[in-house]
């Protein structure tokens, strides 16, 4: 703080603010007044991201293309409301009506584009750039619609792959603060075992066995003297914020919060009807964490497997696809259901996404589909989204985008604007460049917001 | 929540402070826009003289009198009252983790507070970045050559971080690290030039072919990260649109830029994409490049980049080294000057500018200039508000360690090292980490190069706290183990040793008063041992142990 201002500046406060020397965020503040005014309308407060890993195929998923040179063995299954999706999605197929399908999604060349660039463009809604170090939206939401007093951290990311690109996952420039929780992270090497209850646990969470608690209580009591000592004489963000996260970190211990990732929990057939891959459970931890008003959560589909990623069907597409799909179906479904039932759908905003999308063109020898950026699917499904519609298309074989293009900056800020964000609100710190959630040339997509 | 009254009283607050924009404004400013603080009210001096060499060539303590001197010129202007010198016991351990990146050993922290030498604190330096240095008054030479390792590897770690931080990929620079590391560390021992140093990376056969690999041979993402690392500049924003916020960049100018990267044309030219036009190779200043056979577009490029004249090159290092010493650049960012982002001190910047191109681009010089400076050497407690701008440098700023800061810091508090100073960086060409140490890397790398806003992180905290890691350094840890068999030596005693081993300093009365009867008590299981390992386990995850102060 300068001494000749009586006033914060901007960039004091949200620096002290991130650094949770003021006890609200400025949205928290806000957020509270606002809901003093808000009536009946229910808000959308939390967000479950399912993220497909290595690029999933729109056509043999949610852009069928039955009978075309490009559409490949599977057949499509119609909807109540008319719409066609691939049949090894039935499950899900009946939750349509809460469902917006987006089958106009243009974010790059199309045969050329990257994992890595595109991870980080769908996560963040902008193209990489050393230097500028861009929130993923899991953090931007954490920013503005957590609150800095819950126990659990506001961003949770279940099995990321990170490989593709760290960056896509982080905070950038809103500070560690706002990075995500992750458990079970996966990447090229680990064994995919079937010990989910282990893997899905915050890690370290448990203090070392061989002391008692009455020792780690003992010792959280000395460092709180010796955190105190040094914040008092040596005041600054550094000190104040290594001090934050421990005592965030000891709430995370000795709350019941972290009992959120316990599938013990569960009954075993709850279990069952999520599936019992990582994904599946994955899932049902969402659930859990969006019971406990997560605001953000993450959930990565399509580890490392039979010599090859995921979603990332260059060969073998239609086998490896409708193995995913049938994964995919049991759990989003058992997902949406028990949101339902639970009252939460409505305030709970699901997406389903990827980095992009796959060719129309099978390639003969690999039976299989390139990467393909310009003419794919992603869905919104849940609170604050008017299902049962389709967004644009991509024409009778699907080779490109005939009607109602949309960018991934216009998909995060329909995001944004769906969890009451404004896509225009700056976040890059004050001083420097200035940044929104989005370009402002974005524009959200207006027909899917049930407003 | 408060009557309705005070809601919109405290509304008012966050409005009147600047912070809240109640409505989205009708023309909002354009993606990347820069909004900064009113203009400085120092002119740059630069455009008075050429940019090129000192006249006069300072040595290290005259340079450090001169920064002593502008930066105190500061402070009177401004009303500041500087912080206390630091005491020896916090100054050598700045200066171990500055300079062989991790906290001082025992052995040398007492060396360093018995040694009566009125001027130790220039002589320690030197020591510490391995040299051997003969002493006024003594019989025999001084020598360092136990820290060269530890020099050497700190420093070609802060290489491989500043080159590899402009990377796109992270599987090219995993890949791109292996051999830059190895060829950095070749360099710091050598005391290479600077300039030499970044004529190999643009053109030398093998280090040019691994610098660009970590850019992916992408001719505007090299054209971008060079500006940034060696201008400290960033065109990036003019690559595809006018830049008028950041110095003005146009994007034809960008593009004159990034032609000389453009293997296709032998780097005299290059199309805009999609604009269709074609533009030819231009220096940043403006300048025509002289081309002449057998000499490609990156020697040209380099030739200009690294001259003497050149006030972008110099300056930027320059000012990366005084970030990475005192915590926030004169610029700062460090990579972005520009008339909105002036430097804070720039008569100062200039000056150590141009001695440090008088002085061939000697780095040892540049280091030893600023840490035998008043200010690198004021302590970093506050005694006063005026202390509170981490700009005017009238307090040592608190910073953050690296990854590999803490990880050897550890070691050598606990006693335990496992396999703390490699020669390579523990990861294979995956990425995968292969050692304990690189494992612990890769939960704490930060990318945020700010270095006084460092930020810890919840899973951190935990990791420090609860992780194996911890566990197994604790478990073997020979110091606890000395100090805990010590029963002869008291309860004061033990507690001392605990201090010095891990904070490089002796408790407070306060402290020890309080500590002692906690070890007294034996802590909840009533044994003096446990208590030691209670207090142990404390100190190592305070910010005091791991924060650089």
């Keep these: 703080m300068s001494s000749s201002s009586p006033r914060l500046s901007r960039r004091d406060w949200l620096k002290l603010s991130s650094a949770g020397v003021i006890g609200y965020s400025m949205s928290g503040w806000l957020g509270a007044l606002a809901d003093e005014g808000a009536g009946d309308k229910q808000r959308t407060k939390s967000c479950i991201l399912l993220w497909m890993n290595g690029g999933a195929s729109q056509i043999d998923?949610?852009?069928?293309?039955?009978?075309?040179?490009?559409?490949?063995?599977?057949?499509?299954?119609?909807?109540?409301?008319?719409?066609?999706?691939?049949?090894?999605?039935p499950k899900i197929s009946q939750f349509m009506d809460r469902m917006a399908i987006i089958r106009s999604m243009n974010t790059g060349p199309g045969q050329n584009a990257d994992h890595g660039q595109e991870t980080y463009h769908m996560h963040t809604g902008r193209h990489p750039r050393g230097g500028n170090q861009f929130p993923s939206i899991g953090s931007m939401v954490a920013e503005s619609i957590g609150t800095d007093q819950a126990a659990l951290p506001n961003y949770v990311?279940?099995?990321?792959?990170?490989?593709?690109?760290?960056?896509?996952?982080?905070?950038?420039?809103?500070?560690?603060?706002?990075?995500?929780?992750?458990?079970?992270?996966?990447?090229?090497?680990?064994?995919?075992?079937?010990?989910?209850?282990?893997?899905?646990k915050v890690q370290d969470v448990a203090h070392f066995q061989d002391i008692v608690k009455e020792r780690f209580d003992a010792r959280i009591n000395l460092l709180r003297d010796l955190e105190k000592d040094f914040v008092g004489q040596r005041p600054g963000l550094a000190a104040r914020s290594h001090q934050t996260a421990y005592e965030r970190a000891v709430k995370l211990m000795q709350t019941a919060a972290s009992k959120a990732f316990d599938l013990e929990e569960e009954s075993s057939k709850t279990r069952d009807r999520y599936g019992r891959s990582l994904f599946g459970q994955g899932c049902l931890?969402?659930?859990?964490?969006?019971?406990?008003?997560?605001?953000?959560?993450?959930?990565?589909?399509?580890?490392?497997?039979?010599?090859?990623?995921?979603?990332?069907?260059?060969?073998?597409?239609?086998?490896?696809?409708?193995?995913?799909?049938?994964?995919?179906?049991?759990?989003?479904?058992?997902?949406?259901?028990?949101?339902?039932?639970?009252?939460?759908?409505?305030?709970?905003?699901?997406?389903?996404?990827?980095?992009?999308?796959?060719?129309?063109?099978?390639?003969?020898?690999?039976?299989?589909?390139?990467?393909?950026?310009?003419?794919?699917?992603?869905?919104?499904?849940?609170?604050?989204?008017?299902?049962?519609?389709?967004?644009?298309?991509?024409?009778?074989?699907?080779?490109?985008?005939?009607?109602?293009?949309?960018?991934a900056a216009d998909f995060v800020a329909t995001i944004a604007k769906v969890l009451g964000m404004d896509p225009k609100k700056p976040i890059s710190p004050a001083g420097e460049r200035l940044f929104r959630i989005t370009d402002p040339k974005a524009e959200a997509i207006s027909e899917i917001l049930d407003t | 929540m408060g009557s309705p009254r005070r809601k919109l009283l405290i509304l008012g607050v966050l409005v009147l402070a600047?912070?809240?924009?109640?409505?989205?404004?009708?023309?909002?400013?354009?993606?990347?826009?820069?909004?900064?603080?009113?203009?400085?009210?120092?002119?740059?001096?630069?455009?008075?003289?050429?940019?090129?060499?000192?006249?006069t060539l300072l040595d290290d303590r005259a340079m450090s009198a001169r920064i002593d001197a502008l930066i105190g010129a500061r402070w009177s202007e401004k009303g500041v009252t500087p912080a206390a010198s630091a005491d020896d016991a916090e100054f050598f351990r700045r200066l171990s983790l500055h300079l062989n990146g991790r906290i001082p050993t025992i052995t040398q922290l007492k060396d360093f507070l018995d040694d009566t030498h009125v001027?130790?604190?220039?002589?320690?330096?030197?020591?510490?970045?391995?040299?051997?240095?003969?002493?006024?008054?003594?019989?025999?030479?001084?020598?360092?050559?136990?820290?060269?390792?530890?020099?050497?590897?700190?420093?070609?770690?802060?290489?491989?971080?500043?080159?590899?931080?402009?990377?796109?990929?992270?599987?090219?620079?995993?890949?791109?690290?292996?051999?830059?590391?190895?060829?950095?560390?070749?360099?710091?021992?050598?005391?290479?030039?600077?300039?030499?140093?970044?004529?190999?990376?643009?053109?030398?056969?093998?280090?040019?072919?691994?610098?660009?690999?970590?850019?992916?041979?992408?001719?505007?993402?090299?054209?971008?990260?060079?500006?940034?690392?060696?201008?400290?500049?960033?065109?990036?924003?003019?690559?595809?649109?006018?830049?008028?916020?950041?110095?003005?960049?146009?994007?034809?100018?960008?593009?004159?830029?990034?032609?000389?990267?453009?293997?296709?044309?032998?780097?005299?030219?290059?199309?805009?994409?999609?604009?269709?036009?074609?533009?030819?190779?231009r220096f940043l200043d403006g300048a025509s490049p002289q081309w002449r056979g057998g000499a490609s577009s990156f020697t040209i490029l380099s030739e200009w980049m690294t001259s003497q004249n050149n006030p972008y090159f110099a300056r930027a290092f320059v000012n990366r080294m005084w970030h990475y010493l005192m915590g926030i650049g004169f610029v700062d960012p460090v990579d972005s000057a520009s008339?909105?982002?002036?430097?804070?001190?720039?008569?100062?910047?200039?000056?150590?500018?141009?001695?440090f191109v008088a002085h061939r681009f000697d780095v040892k010089w540049l280091v030893r200039s600023i840490v035998g400076s008043r200010g690198y050497q004021l302590t970093s407690a506050r005694s006063d508000p005026s202390q509170d701008d981490p700009r005017l440098f009238s307090r040592f700023n608190v910073q953050g360690m690296s990854a590999e800061q803490l990880y050897d810091s550890i070691a050598e508090a606990t006693g335990y090292h496992n396999n703390s100073v490699r020669p390579n960086t523990g990861f294979d060409f995956q990425g995968r980490p292969n050692t304990p140490r690189a494992e612990f890397i890769q939960k704490f790398t930060n990318p945020n190069d700010k270095r006084t806003e460092t930020q810890t992180s919840i899973l951190q905290a935990l990791y420090l706290m609860n992780g194996k890691h911890t566990e197994d350094v604790l478990?073997?840890?020979?110091?606890?183990?000395?100090?805990?068999?010590?029963?002869?030596?008291?309860?004061?005693?033990?507690?001392?040793?605990?201090?010095?081993?891990?904070?490089?300093?002796?408790?407070?009365?306060?402290?020890?008063?309080?500590?002692?009867?906690?070890?007294?008590?034996?802590?909840?299981?009533k044994d003096r041992k446990d208590a030691l390992g209670d207090v142990f386990w404390a100190l190592i995850n305070s910010g005091e142990f791991m924060l650089n102060h």
């Design chain 2, 119 to 281: 001027d130790k604190r220039r002589i320690w330096p030197r020591l510490l970045m391995g040299e051997t240095v003969a002493v006024d008054g003594e019989e025999h030479p001084r020598k360092g050559d136990e820290n060269v390792d530890l020099y050497v590897n700190h420093w070609a770690t802060f290489w491989r971080q500043t080159i590899l931080s402009q990377s796109t990929n992270q599987q090219q620079a995993q890949f791109a690290a292996q051999q830059l590391e190895p060829w950095a560390r070749n360099h710091v021992k050598n005391n290479t030039a600077y300039d030499e140093m970044v004529r190999q990376l643009l053109t030398g056969p093998q280090s040019n072919a691994f610098f660009q690999q970590a850019l992916e041979n992408k001719t505007e993402v090299i054209a971008g990260a060079t500006s940034r690392l060696f201008l400290g500049v960033k065109l990036e924003c003019a690559q595809c649109h006018d830049d008028k916020s950041g110095g003005n960049w146009t994007r034809v100018q960008f593009w004159q830029y990034a032609a000389f990267f453009n293997r296709q044309n032998g780097g005299q030219k290059i199309t805009i994409p999609d604009k269709k036009t074609e533009v030819q190779a």
């Design chain 2, 475 to 525: 478990k073997n840890s020979k110091s606890l183990r000395t100090v805990q068999e010590n029963v002869q030596g008291g309860i004061k005693r033990n507690l001392e040793e605990l201090y010095i081993v891990t904070l490089s300093r002796k408790p407070r009365p306060d402290e020890l008063e309080r500590l002692t009867k906690y070890v007294e008590s034996g802590g909840p299981t």
């Design chain 2, 18 to 55: 600047g912070g809240v924009s109640l409505s989205a404004a009708a023309d909002p400013a354009p993606d990347g826009e820069f909004v900064g603080p009113p203009a400085p009210t120092q002119a740059a001096p630069e455009e008075k003289i050429p940019f090129g060499p000192a006249a």
């Design chain 1, 285 to 407: 931890v969402a659930r859990r964490l969006a019971e406990r008003g997560v605001p953000f959560i993450e959930v990565t589909s399509g580890q490392f497997g039979n010599n090859q990623l995921g979603w990332d069907t260059h060969q073998n597409n239609f086998d490896a696809v409708k193995r995913l799909s049938t994964e995919l179906d049991g759990a989003w479904a058992s997902l949406m259901e028990d949101l339902r039932d639970r009252g939460l759908l409505d305030s709970t905003l699901i997406i389903w996404a990827s980095e992009f999308g796959r060719t129309p063109q099978i390639t003969a020898n690999q039976n299989g589909r390139e990467h393909w950026a310009s003419g794919w699917s992603t869905v919104l499904a849940g609170g604050g989204i008017r299902g049962g519609q389709v967004i644009g298309s991509t024409g009778k074989e699907g080779r490109k985008i005939e009607a109602r293009e949309v960018t």
């Design chain 2, 339 to 355: 008339e909105e982002n002036p430097a804070s001190h720039p008569e100062l910047l200039d000056e150590l500018a141009r001695q």
């Design chain 1, 61 to 89: 998923t949610f852009d069928p293309k039955p009978g075309q040179p490009t559409g490949g063995p599977f057949k499509a299954i119609n909807t109540r409301e008319g719409i066609q999706i691939s049949e090894h999605l």
């Design chain 1, 157 to 200: 990311s279940i099995a990321p792959f990170r490989q593709f690109n760290a960056d896509a996952y982080g905070a950038g420039f809103l500070g560690p603060k706002f990075a995500p929780l992750m458990v079970a992270e996966m990447n090229y090497y680990n064994q995919q075992g079937a010990d989910y209850d282990k893997l899905l």
